[in-house]
């Protein structure tokens, strides 16, 4: 008698496990190793995963009755659930404006020295109920697990004050558990230099250090800290008071590095031991070399460069060769990638970032899992793993990232409960 499931995927044209990459992160040549399995199934108990293999094995293993759901995979590709390792999801007010602008040539970092871009974002959010924030970033996660997305680390940063940044945090957690995105908190009160303390950037460190991150901490509100570290925002020096006072208080570290300006973010992030350095668009050799000899995880977030119109994306292919271990994010914001699709970011890094599409798999799955600390129990399709996956209406993996911009996602589990089904258009 075999083990009585609640949840049967089977006959998929393809299953994708990401299997044996939980205890580390994938670097190098691992990075393409996904564990494709042709006619594949997966059975699920109470929200776990209990076997993965060819249908006929699965079949052979497992019971079912009435009331076990069954998914007839044939035809479409199913993935573990997407994880998004880097989003500044809660926030009020939108900046379409800032298109015209760019269009003419004006920089990222000239809009926030005027007093727009991310001050636009927080004087909103500031002005913004819990209530507003938690009804927008709602329809926001609606949309992301419509794209496949099961997982996403949220940073705060669009308060830059006490009161402002706890709101933020406190409507993640309240966004946990009320809808079927999972969320990773993250506290972000170095994002920018709010205009109170323009004349004097170091009383905010202060303030930053001494009051706002024991605050946060203290209730328990998020799990990492990340800095910008930019010419212009926060600097090396800040940075590292910033987090090692966090790492103090117990949270994970994160860093906005080397987005712009080479500032040595990298270096900056394996030295401290950081989880994960996000952007690298400038990153150096020797900061290459760093990350490929730590277990920081390089997060590149190629919509981001998109939006911003650069010409020049983080160097993946020469951090991939050095053995640095990547992931991919939407970098979803209302300014720098108002993009919350990872299929299409998956898309832009084949083309931009010349990464190969199972390198691409590998960089929205485990080692995207690796990137918020989740990969002991996220990230792969493997027994006792938690039962979150993504049906694709699609004839391979591949195809995902080569249909740019469509919406090809079929079926969601989170769970091991069906959270999104694509519903049909009226055909004549
Ligand atoms: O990761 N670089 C800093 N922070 C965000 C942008 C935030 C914004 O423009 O509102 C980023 O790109
Ligand atoms: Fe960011």
Sequence with gaps: MGEKVDLLLHSAAELITVAGGSARPRRGREMADIGLIRDGAVAVRDGRIVAVGPTRDVLERVETDRATIEIDA????????????????????????????????????????????????????????PARLKEVAQGYLREMLAQGTTTAEVKSGYGLDLETELKTLQVVAELNGCQ??????????????????????EAYVDLVVEEILPAVAGRGLARFCDVFCEEGVFSPEQTRRILSAARRLGLELKL??????????????AQMGATSADHLVQISEQGIRELANSNTVAVLLPATTFCLMGTQYAPARRMLEQGVAVALASDFNPGSSPVNSLPLVMGIACRQLKMRPAEVVTAVTINAAHAIGQAYRLGSLEPGKQADLVVFDAPSYQYIMYRLGAQLVDTVVKAGRVVWRRRGMDAC
């Design 74 to 129: 044939r035809g479409k590709v199913v993935l573990p659930g997407l994880v998004d390792p880097h989003t500044h999801l809660v926030f009020a007010g939108s900046r379409e404006y800032e298109l015209e602008m760019k269009i003419a040539g004006v920089s990222y970092l000239e809009i926030l020295a005027r007093g727009g871009g991310i001050l636009d974002t927080v004087r909103a959010t500031r002005a913004a109920s």
């Design 180 to 201: 079927p995105v999972e969320l990773v908190p993250t506290f972000l009160g170095a994002h920018a230099v709010p205009p109170e303390y323009r004349d004097n950037p």
């Design 256 to 269: 906005h590095a080397d987005e712009i300006e080479p500032l040595g973010g990298a270096e900056l992030a």
